[in-house]
Antibody, heavy 123, light 107 residues
């Protein structure tokens, strides 16, 4: 059974940085593309970023392009999201999610989710 | 970006009722449409993929339909555990986008 566990959430100041990590077990991590999806308090879901099994193909939502960096370490079965220039509207629960195949493609849905990590951006 | 509009935003129903909610997309997406259920404080869980394919382990009272721009999620006979928020998601083209959700509440 796949298990995805996020860590690294917390409080950051506007303009600050934070790094989220997601530890994955129960699957062959480097068989799959991985993504981050976020949910602002009381709001809907927003896809943030995704990358292929190798990390060579990456895509970002316009709202985070140039500020956030997604990466992975297959040797550690881990996914990361480095967030810079944080803004109050980045406040959300961030979910680590698994795609269906190894390539980054938008032709996917998310069949495994972590429990989420809360990021709060406030002064 | 493809916009997804879910209706109604909220829905009140009773145990045993049949309910249907809809997801309309801003452009035709074939059957690249998926449905999720989210309970308070929990991560979403995929129920249906490709408009009508039930995920493994999902009860058969859930069904999905539609293609192109108009899609439905139907629960044939509500059980207490079904009261939750439901989201649709398109995977036709990037960026991946979600609807704003339909909240299903107990009447």
């Amino acid at each position: 059974e796949a298990l995805l566990e996020e860590s690294g959430g917390g409080l950051a100041q506007p303009g600050g940085s934070l790094r989220l990590a997601c530890s994955v077990s129960g699957i062959t991590f480097d068989d799959y593309a991985m993504h981050w999806v976020r949910q602002a308090p009381g709001k809907g879901l927003e896809w943030v970023a995704g990358l292929s099994w190798s990390g060579s193909s990456i895509a970002y939502a316009d709202s985070v392009e140039g500020r956030f960096t997604i990466s992975r370490d297959n040797a550690k079965n881990s996914l990361y999201l480095h967030m810079d220039s944080l803004r109050p509207d980045d406040t959300a629960v961030y979910y680590c999610v698994k795609g269906l195949g190894g390539s980054y493609t938008p032709h996917t849905y998310f069949d495994k989710w972590g429990q989420g990590a809360l990021v709060t951006v406030s002064s | 970006d493809i916009q997804l509009t879910q209706s109604p935003p909220s829905l009140s129903a009773s145990v045993g009722d049949r309910v249907t909610m809809t997801c309309r997309t801003s452009q035709s997406i074939g059957i690249y449409l998926h449905w999720y259920q989210q309970k308070p404080g929990r991560a979403p869980k995929v129920l249906i993929n490709a408009a009508s394919e039930l995920e493994s382990g999902v009860p058969s009272r859930f069904s999905g339909g539609g293609s192109g721009t108009d899609f439905t999620l139907t629960i044939s006979s509500l059980e207490l555990e079904d009261f939750a928020t439901y989201f649709c998601q398109q995977s036709h083209s990037g960026p991946i986008t979600f609807g704003q959700g339909t909240r299903l509440e107990i009447k």
